[in-house]
């Protein structure tokens, strides 16, 4: 679910630290002036580790925040949606979109001893695309892939079936990153454990996977082919890299504060002031790019197929008092369901649909809504005015979610509606929410491209086949987010994905809540700890002192 | 399964005046009465582990919702092709019936499946975490016996507020949920003074602050059924016996009436494996530990049926095993056994 990570650290680190940093109240990023020092290994408390490395199967972000440090790819992107020579040197995409040839760069070679060259290339995306492989992401970012041609020993040609723009944003994922075809061929159901098996071009090489407790990266010496742009050419600066699996928030926080880890993820909103409080430590904050965590309201289920029921619940949230208080003023409210840092975001939605009770209540009335029974919730022809949004299982519920829900219903009860809420299981909750059983569900997607908007809005992506939980079926909508898949125009496409955003916003199918945001706390002995558009951490330029 | 029947105690403890047999059987008799007591053992075991694993397979069968969809998760976008493919190869297109008629053969022939989040063998995930496991859990024990033994040997019969310190230190240890208390431990010991590692299983201080974590609730049932065993034994004829004999107090306890009280600790040998056991999800979590309780934990929450039914099974059998063994070792300790034991 995580798009494109850069490297392009001299060319755009303006952009990247107006793009993180604006309005964060005085983070840091560790982007240091003094000169690197190779040596040295570096602890990362993470909070989960993944269910399976293999980047071609899982969909998790940690499984890709790993692998990114071990696998490469063709191209690699920077934050204002353009694409940078990497494995590929250069690259010829034909007018139709249809087919896109890659000129690969010489020299590069597997950990293994592997070449990487055109064989390389086909091997990996025809084991994504095939059904065996069972893979639950990487192959819809392959969209309709139909093969790739070998042309020569450094040139292949990957076609599709239709226009495929998304495809370079994709390629520029760790999701579509290489394996060895030597691995591939003696190791490909053992990929998901990890550790040594996984044998890609990357900086680093994975030296072993303990469960539940740690990873090990270890130093690629051979490597000299990061993206262009990158801050330095040569093998990484560390020796190792150790990944700590620490699930329990205050156990990471505790492991940063006593230099047990040098860096921890998901850092939780509370503890950002006293981790900002200690001299030795900073902490670093960057928004993510794709859907923000938004609330679709679902428009073929009554009373939500009339537009101003759905505006009324839209306008009667108060999301700014809301998403404040739950998260202590750490993450930004939104106001479009794509992010700020991905590209073609429309910023004229700021500010054009505030907190508004009393027009909420006006909509409701206009719509017939218009009794009100016994404990207050109001009532058309003696049938209350309730809305389902059930719960998501526990075990998926991240970020106090269920708290700020129990926000939500607490503003809407005050304009005479009713939400519940019931717990469901996982299976129960996927079968009947892509039945459209309920009235309002939430979620959130970190992409680089807004091609998501596609995943989202687009009639075809209706569940089970996408996540258009909203179930818009609207002809603009889908004409607009094919137009901005089948055109590479930067200016056209965003565009078209403005115009989407207006339409979802202004048809209340969609109600964009806060933006989706990393919080590192990170020792300051640790430098020039980049973080790309995509909030993933990369280590090929970090380097330590003391240590 | 067998238990045993004890009936009632003859007057004199076990170890000063050994209770004679009465009525010995001939050799091919016992032989014939052990063979079926065996025989009887397997056939209850079997049927205990059966319905473990049946129940565990329609726990998860009878769910509402698409399998597939559960076990995708809410965030992917698997093509209807992969969706197709993860039907037939988990073959949720098939019958429940036959589903569980395929189950029970892959159990009987030791195949626990694959994985399917982690696509690989469960009995090599299940085989990975034992050691860390066994080595928690044991630890655990060792420090809970070892304390509980002072604790209830020390206080047993004593003075009012010795003894009444002692209860409370024991209901707080009993109470105390290990989650919480991992955490306390490890903001003292490994956040504050960074005496121990914050975690980890590589090294032998890593394994002290998450064996006490475990050892504690335990220790505490442990203390508080010693002392009443002990303070029972303290009152029998043969430790006036023993007194008139003119041993030390110690020795009384230590010698004498500690191992009368021990009986029941070994009755609650299943009690302790499923504390152990259960107690370690919370323990691995918190302290980052690779083990069955994290393996549990994390099969449970992702969805993955192969590892949670093993693991089941897997408990079940370890069960069986255990008590098996009680068994066995009351009829070593305790001589008076021997011959109902047969007659089961």
């Known amino acids: ?547 | 399964m067998a238990t045993l029947e004890r009936s009632a105690p003859p007057p004199a403890g076990p170890g000063l005046v050994p209770a004679a047999p009465t009525g010995r059987r001939s050799a091919g008799q016992s032989a014939r009465l052990v063979l079926r007591a065996v025989v009887h053992r397997l056939v209850a075991a079997a049927v205990v582990v059966l319905g473990a694993a049946t129940l565990a397979f329609l726990g998860l069968a009878l769910l509402p919702g698409d399998p597939v969809a559960r076990l995708l998760g809410p965030v992917t976008t698997a093509s209807p092709a992969v969706r197709a493919q993860i039907r037939h190869d988990y073959l949720f297109d098939r019958p429940v019936a036959v589903q569980y008629l395929h189950y029970l053969d892959s159990l009987v022939h030791l195949r626990m499946g694959e994985s399917y989040q982690l696509q690989q063998p469960v009995s090599a995930l299940l085989a990975d975490a034992l050691g860390p496991t066994a080595q928690l859990a044991g630890a655990a024990l060792a420090l809970a016996l070892v304390g509980a033994l002072v604790v209830a040997v020390a206080t047993a019969g004593r003075r009012r507020g010795w003894r009444a310190a002692a209860t409370v230190v024991e209901l707080v240890a009993v109470s105390t949920p290990s989650f919480w208390l991992g955490i306390v431990l490890l903001t003292i010991f490994s956040f504050h003074f960074r005496i121990f590692p914050v975690a980890g299983a590589d090294s032998v201080s890593s394994l002290v602050l998450p064996a006490i974590t475990l050892a504690l609730p335990v220790g505490g049932v442990l203390s508080q059924v010693l002392r009443e065993g002990l303070e029972t034994a303290l009152a029998e004829p043969f430790v006036i016996t023993a007194r008139a004999r003119g041993l030390r107090e110690s020795a009384v306890r230590m010698r004498h009436a500690v191992r009368h009280a021990a009986l029941p600790l070994v009755t609650l040998t299943g009690w302790l494996t499923g504390t152990l056991l259960g107690g370690a999800v919370p323990v691995e979590t918190v302290f980052g530990r690779p083990g069955v309780g994290a393996l549990v934990l994390d099969a449970v929450l992702s969805r993955d049926m192969p590892v949670v039914m093993a693991v089941v099974v897997f408990s079940a059998l370890l069960f069986v095993v255990l008590s098996t063994l009680v068994d066995l070792v009351y009829l070593a300790v305790d001589p008076r056994l021997r011959t109902v034991a047969v007659a089961v």
Not at chain 1, 273 to 278: G, H, L, N, P
Not at chain 1, 402 to 423: C, M, N, S, W
Not at chain 1, 524 to 542: E, K, M, Q
């Open chain 1, 1 to 547: 679910m995580r798009g494109v990570r850069t490297r392009l650290w001299v060319a755009v680190a303006a952009a990247v630290a107006s793009l993180l940093f604006a309005g964060c109240g005085g983070s840091g990023s560790t982007a240091s002036s003094g000169k690197p020092a190779a040596g040295g290994s570096a602890t990362y408390a993470i909070d989960t580790a993944p269910t399976c490395f293999d980047l071609h199967v899982n969909a998790q972000d940690v499984t890709a925040e790993i692998g990114r440090n071990v696998v490469d790819s063709l191209v690699s992107a920077a934050p204002d949606g353009t694409f940078h020579p990497w494995l590929a040197s250069s690259w010829q995409i034909t007018p139709d979109l249809r087919s896109f040839t890659f000129h690969l760069r010489t020299g590069v070679t597997f950990s293994d001893g592997t070449p990487f060259d055109a064989a390389a290339v086909k091997a990996n995306f025809d084991r994504i695309a095939n059904p065996a492989t069972k893979s639950r992401y990487a192959a819809s970012l392959l969209g309709p892939y139909t093969g790739t041609q070998v042309v020569d020993a450094r040139t292949v040609t990957v076609r599709f079936s239709r226009a495929f723009a998304p495809f370079l944003p994709a390629a520029s994922t760790a999701y579509l990153g290489f394996y060895s075809p030597k691995t591939l061929a003696a190791n490909a159901d053992k990929l998901c454990g990890g550790g040594p098996v996984m044998v890609g071009t990357g900086p680093f090489t994975f030296e072993r996977y303990t469960k539940n407790q740690s990873i090990v990266l270890r130093r690629n010496p051979a490597y000299r082919w990061p993206a262009d742009g990158s801050r330095h050419v040569g093998p990484a600066y560390l020796d190792t890299v150790t990944f700590r699996i620490l699930p329990e928030n205050s156990v990471r926080v505790g492991a940063l504060q006593s230099r047990q880890a040098d860096i921890a993820r998901a850092l939780p909103p509370v503890n950002v002031s006293a981790v900002r409080a200690d001299r030795r430590l900073s902490v670093v904050r960057a928004n993510q790019p794709g859907e923000v965590y938004s609330i679709y309201l679902n428009t073929t289920r009554a009373p939500f197929d009339d537009v101003r029921v759905r505006r009324a619940v839209q306008l009667g949230v108060d999301i700014d008092a809301d998403v404040r208080t739950v998260y202590f003023g750490q993450y930004d409210r939104a106001w479009s369901p794509l992010s700020p840092t991905s590209p073609g975001y429309d910023s004229a939605l700021v500010n054009t649909w505030r907190f508004d009770p009393a027009a909420a209540g006006r909509l409701l009335d206009q719509a017939g809504w218009t009794g009100r029974d016994a404990q207050g919730f109001r009532t058309k022809g003696g049938k209350r005015l309730t809305l389902v949004w059930p719960l998501p299982p526990r075990e998926i519920i991240r970020e106090q979610r269920d708290v700020l829900g129990q926000a939500f219903q607490a503003d809407l009860k005050k304009i005479g509606i009713e939400v519940t809420r019931p717990g469901l299981d996982l299976g129960e909750y996927a079968t009947r929410g892509a039945a459209g059983e309920f009235q309002m569900s939430d979620l959130a997607w970190t992409r680089f491209d807004p091609d998501i908007l596609r995943l989202f809005f687009n009639s075809a992506s209706r569940p089970p086949s996408g996540q258009n939980a909203s179930f818009l079926h609207d002809a603009d909508v889908d004409a607009w987010t094919l137009s901005g898949a089948a055109t590479t125009d930067q200016a056209r496409r965003a565009q078209f994905y403005r115009q989407v955003q207006q339409r979802v916003v202004t048809q209340a199918a969609v109600v964009p809540v806060y933006v989706e945001t990393t919080l590192l706390g990170v020792n300051r002995r640790v430098h020039d700890l980049g973080i790309d558009p995509n909030g993933w951490t990369s280590f090929h330029d970090v380097w330590v002192t003391g240590g």
